[in-house]
């Protein structure tokens, strides 16, 4: 009883852990949600990010972030990632 009550307190801190992650790859993914919308299904005029592939995902934010394509906003958000984020982002997108 006791071991399972020390087991279910040390999940609780983990699930705590990972919600104050700002690293995690679902909150990296929050902030694309506020042009691309939820999940990457944009409703208007930003092109949709839901359904590429998470290869290509990530060579569009490296391309954007090496300005070596063009963007109005993208360059500037994709500069603000690391190469993990990067990662970690397309891998969540990609994953849908
Ligand atoms: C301020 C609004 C905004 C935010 C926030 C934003 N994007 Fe974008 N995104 C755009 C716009 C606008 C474009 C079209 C290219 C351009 O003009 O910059 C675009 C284009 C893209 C493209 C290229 C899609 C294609 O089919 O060409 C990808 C990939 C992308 N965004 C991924 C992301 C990811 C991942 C995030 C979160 C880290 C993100 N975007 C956050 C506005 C935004």
Known sequence: MRALLISIFGMCMLATAAAADETAPANLANACAGCHGTDG???GQIPMIAGMAAADLAAELRQ???DQKAA???NRIAKGYTEAEIDA???YFGGM
């Open 89 to 91: 982002i397309a891998n």
């Open 41 to 43: 299904k944009s409703p």
């Open 72 to 74: 109005t906003v993208m």
């Open 64 to 66: 954007f972030k090496n």
